[in-house]
């Protein structure tokens, strides 16, 4: 009898671990990384950035809660992030200096390393879903231009006007920044709202702050699996059909079984420095404990010492991490049983 009930307990304790196990989720997300100091922004703009993060890290970690993949929440919160104009990513990309926006995305998953890419695309509203359908539906893993926006409308994604992404301080900036070029300005795009004011304080924060925008998902859902997802509209003024780091599996994007990165910088060096996959072996080389370790490997000392500016976020065995040698990155992460984690400033958790 005493066996019995040896066993029965034994039985509970295994299945309650299991069941601990199983709903071992966490979310680790970005908007960007830069010059972003205390005092450059006004309280109003501040708190707004908070919100969105705060938001976004939300959604991500309720739908983990439910039991969603971390396929769908990676694409969910991309597209919150995509959406909203104050990062550079489909509404509110920088402008090339030929006035169009030109967007990037990727998106891998770790337990099978599967990964979908897409770049150059203009017309596609959410560049990390025609990412996943690359992925899921295609033998390829990036597609380019007018290939990726032909497969876009074959695959039945939602297709936009190239002014559907026009903000009026991406266009400022983008004016400034061909004029210190010594090129000329570009026409208005066909569709753009009328002319605004944009106070020139608020684009000089936003050409530290963006300097190197991008967002980024990374998710482990309640089954085990990650799922790295970035999302951009690269560097203002870019010229000659420039593409960075985001859309490139190994330099912006990166998932395996226990780790996944998202990258923001000045895709050049992450590219060089293959950085997200770099971030990933340096976990497996040191183990369990290492995450942390790996990651400023990568962006502190390697990065920096090739003089490559901007940071990761990482889930190294679940643990939510980041990195970056910029004085600020918008960051977010969440795991169960503590509360969200919205970050602006380098002095911040």
């Known amino acids: 009898m005493r066996r019995l009930v040896f066993g029965v307990c034994a039985m509970v304790l295994a299945n309650g671990a ?14 960007g990384a830069g010059v972003i100091e205390r005092g450059d922004m006004d309280a109003e703009t501040e708190a707004a950035y908070r919100d969105a993060l705060d938001a976004a890290i939300r959604l991500g970690g309720d739908m983990l809660a439910d039991g969603a993949s971390a396929m769908d929440v990676v694409e969910a919160v991309v597209h919150t992030l995509e959406d909203d104009p104050k990062f550079n990513s489909g509404v509110g990309a920088v402008f090339t200096a ?11 998953r770790g337990s099978d390393m599967q990964a979908g890419a897409v770049s150059g695309v203009t017309t596609v509203r959410h560049p990390i879903s025609l990412a996943r359908a690359v992925l899921e539906n295609s033998p390829h893993v990036m597609l380019q231009s007018p290939g990726a926006e ?7 994604l939602e297709l936009v006007d190239n002014s559907y992404f026009f903000t009026e301080r991406r266009w400022a900036s983008m004016v400034r920044a061909v004029r210190r070029m010594g090129l000329s300005v570009p026409p208005r795009p066909e569709g753009a709202p009328e002319p605004e004011p944009i106070r020139e304080g608020a684009l000089d924060l936003m050409e530290r702050e963006h300097a190197f925008g991008t967002v980024g998902v990374v998710a482990r859902d309640q089954s085990g699996e990650v799922v790295a997802g970035t999302s951009t509209g690269g560097t203002t003024a870019k010229r000659w059909g420039r593409v960075g780091d985001s859309p490139i599996i190994g330099a912006g994007t990166y998932a395996t079984p226990a780790c996944g990165v998202s990258a923001t910088g000045t ?7 293959n950085v997200a996959a770099r971030i ?4 497996e080389m040191l183990g369990e404990e290492g995450g942390q370790q790996a990651a400023d490997a990568v962006i502190q000392d390697a990065l920096t010492a090739m003089g490559g500016d901007g940071g990761v976020v990482m889930l190294g065995h ?5 990195s970056f040698n910029t004085p600020g990155m918008y960051r977010a992460s969440w795991t169960p049983g503590d509360e969200p984690v919205v970050s602006i400033y380098g002095d911040e958790d």
Do not use: K
């Not at 299991?18 to 997300?29: H, P």
């Not at 032909?150 to 039945?156: L, M, S, T």
């Open 318 to 322: 679940g643990e939510p991490i980041w």
């Open 98 to 108: 030929e006035g169009r926006n030109e967007l990037d995305a990727s998106i891998m």
């Open 267 to 273: 895709g050049e060096y992450f590219i060089r420095l």
């Open 150 to 156: 032909a497969f876009a409308a074959d695959q039945g």
């Open 18 to 31: 299991a069941l601990a196990q199983e709903q071992d989720w966490s979310i680790v997300l970005h908007g």
């Open 280 to 283: 990933c072996t340096q976990l």
